[in-house]
């Protein structure tokens, strides 16, 4: 893959990939296996929208992650699968291996009778068989559709029903820490629902009783068993889906944003080996889950593309303590690390003897992910984990932009804590004010958007292309907003300063506050909700919840109970509200609006300065949500 090797080298790129885009992106392009070269390299507007990359070229993306690696690499170990239970033996999984597990169960796939375009659920925990189920989809041209192994049995059937799924790979448990968690028992309730599901195949895990419908489960073992290793790529047209992920809003249920082939394969391999500077020889490991999009791009697809070993990891950071991710450090002699700022501020926060132990001395790259890291936390990385030698890059992207747009590139761009810094060549970011007329210059801030497009720009959101439009394309006219606010210091380092929209970033993860109001709003004692976030030490961001009950006779902290609990089933516990507030009513317009940066501003303890409060339509409310607030 092209990698930029000094800082003057990426700014002859940049300039390059902004004054001849097309040129620029077929250089890279190149360096893939296609099965019949693209005739035209791109085709766009941002008004319908309709963006379309390498037109009339066809390949297969197993065929550029898998068999190109295979006559120099069949013996190079792709995955180092680490379980939850350190105690367990970790698997090695070679290129080779990962082909013929990745083809056998491609070959189960088409005899139960998925075809190209069809839409798979996957549902499952952090264990090879995962990967192999998204590349098995991917061989035969069938769409797959994640959903992160957390979401419950209702999520789950909005997201099965709304992708039309027809098949769902599962498992019977995962571990998760010292608990094991269903997985198929989940399925078999969202399942109820879902008339579109034929089949279901389960992976023997934790060796959970599942109970297994007749004609609609199979069990995974017993298919595979007797499927040869060999099952021939199917070719799609670049612009043929690759896959549907759900991410929330600030509206609505989540959408399920689409990837197609060859952008997809095309920019998230480039930014990978440019972002970590990865070398053949390194050890990379990415602490996501394959349920969200730093897992699909930065664990299963991109390392591959680029021939990467790669750690995969099934457990979480604090077990069976808070040692656990600096102990696979030293044990798998990793050299690259990228993970979140929450896990990083919660394992500062269990303190350095849980560091110490460890060498940490085979480190090269740290990156980080997900939301903006204080700049406390950076330095506690780069001097503790770091050892003040190894260089962070700080990655902004979003499950639309399908990889990192703004970031260093590891010991090239000059760092600075709390910034990803400059963007990526191909990528064109400016500032707007909320009327979106640009902000030029530095020293500035603004609503970040992105005004050219690079390979991999959401294509549409699955079955709504109007919804895509007005999410992304519409705000302002002509170019992608991203949902974020930013900064952009003297030197042109962009600061992100977090969502402008009604979107909350728990430990990283989105959540949308209508989602969380309507879940609350299900419970029968409750009239009406209104949820914002507010600083949370550890999850950079917690949820809060303001309730108004209809029933003043049940004791608050058994309906708090109920309300989280109710949350739990309707999205899954990592949308469940930190605090929960019951209020006589909620500060609204005239017009009936809620005027939710008054909410937002008592959540986040700024009580001094509400701002106008004139228009309300009844101010005492305020006075009495600030007497009942939660500290
Ligand atoms: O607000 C930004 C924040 O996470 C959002 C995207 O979330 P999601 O689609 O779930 O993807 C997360 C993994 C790429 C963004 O709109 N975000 C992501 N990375 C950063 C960030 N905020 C600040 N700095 C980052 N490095």
Same mark, same amino acid.
């Given at each position: 893959m092209i990698k930029i090797n000094s800082f003057e080298e990426y700014k002859e790129h940049y300039k390059l990939s902004v004054e001849q885009p097309e040129k620029f992106w077929d250089y890279i392009a190149n360096e893939f296996v296609w099965h019949k070269k693209w005739t035209k390299t791109l085709e766009w507007n941002f008004e319908e929208p309709k963006i379309n990359w390498f037109i009339n070229g066809q390949l297969n993306i197993t065929q550029n992650c898998i068999d190109r690696h295979l006559p120099q690499y069949a013996n190079k170990t792709a995955f180092i699968f680490e379980p939850n239970n350190p105690n367990e033996k970790n698997e090695i999984i070679s290129y080779q291996k990962l082909h013929d597990e990745v083809c056998r169960l491609a070959n189960v796939l088409l005899k139960m009778g998925v075809n190209k375009g069809d839409t798979v659920c996957i549902y499952m925990p952090m264990i090879p068989q995962a990967v192999y189920a998204m590349l098995a989809c991917a061989r035969i041209g069938a769409i797959h559709s994640v959903v992160f192994g957390g979401f419950s049995s209702n999520a789950l059937k909005d997201r099965i029903n709304d992708a039309k799924c027809k098949?769902? %790979? @599962?498992?019977?448990g995962a571990y998760r820490g010292n608990k094991v968690i269903p997985m198929k028992e989940t399925i078999d309730e969202a399942l109820t629902h879902c008339d579109s599901v034929k089949n279901v195949l389960v992976y023997k895990r934790t060796n959970t009783k599942v109970t297994? %419908?007749?004609?609609?489960d199979l069990d995974w073992e017993e298919e595979i068993k007797n499927q040869p290793t060999i099952? =021939?790529? #199917?070719? #799609?047209? $670049? =612009?043929?889906?690759?896959?549907i992920l759900y991410t929330s809003? $600030? @509206?609505?249920k989540p959408k399920g944003v689409v990837h197609t082939t060859g952008g997809y394969m095309v920019y998230t391999a480039y930014t990978f080996t440019n972002v970590f500077q990865y070398s053949p020889n390194d050890i990379y490991w990415c602490t996501a889950d394959v349920g969200w999009i730093t897992g699909h791009s930065y664990i299963a697809?991109?390392?591959l593309l680029n021939a990467a070993t790669t750690v995969l990891f099934e457990g979480v950071p604090t077990y069976p303590d808070a040692s656990r991710f600096w102990q696979v450090i030293d044990k798998h002699n990793v050299t690259h690390f990228y993970t979140a700022p929450t896990a990083i501020?919660? %394992?500062e926060a269990a303190g350095l003897d849980f560091v110490k132990p460890y060498k940490l001395s085979s480190l090269k790259v740290l990156g980080s992910v997900g939301e903006p890291i204080n700049e406390e936390a950076w330095h506690w990385y780069n001097t503790n984990i770091g050892k003040n030698n190894c260089p962070i890059v700080d990655t902004w992207w979003q499950t639309e932009t399908a990889g990192i747009l703004i970031s260093p590139l590891a010991g090239i761009t000059k760092t600075k804590p709390g910034y990803a810094t400059l963007p990526l060549p191909g990528i064109q970011p400016i500032l707007v004010d909320d009327k979106g007329v640009e902000i030029t210059g530095n020293s500035i801030e603004g609503n970040l958007c992105i005004k050219f497009p690079w390979p991999g720009i959401i294509r549409t959101t699955y079955g709504d292309h109007e919804r895509c439009k007005q999410t992304y394309f519409s705000t302002y006219k002509g170019l992608y907003f991203t949902g974020d606010g930013c900064k952009r210091d003297k030197d042109g380092n962009y600061r992100i300063t977090g969502r402008v929209d009604d979107v909350i970033n728990v430990s990283g993860h989105r959540i949308g506050t209508a989602e969380v109001e309507s879940a609350i709003n299900m419970h029968e004692d409750i009239v009406e909700s209104a949820v914002t976030g507010y600083p949370h030490e550890i999850k950079g961001q917690g949820i809060y919840a303001y309730c108004i009950t209809t029933n003043d006779n049940k004791n608050s902290d058994q309906l708090k109970k109920e309300i989280i609990e109710i949350v739990n089933k309707e999205i899954g516990p990592i949308a469940k509200p930190d605090k929960i507030q019951i209020v006589n009513g909620l500060p609204k317009t005239r017009s009936g609006k809620i005027m939710r940066r008054i909410l937002r501003k008592v959540a986040e303890g700024e009580i001094s300065n509400l701002g106008d409060t004139s228009t309300l339509l009844d101010p005492n409310v305020v006075d009495d949500i600030l007497k009942g607030r939660i500290h």
């Open positions: 098949i769902i %790979l @599962t498992t019977d297994m %419908l007749n004609n609609r099952c =021939e790529p #199917v070719f #799609v047209d $670049s =612009e043929h889906p690759l896959f809003g $600030s @509206t609505g697809y991109a390392p501020r919660a %394992l």
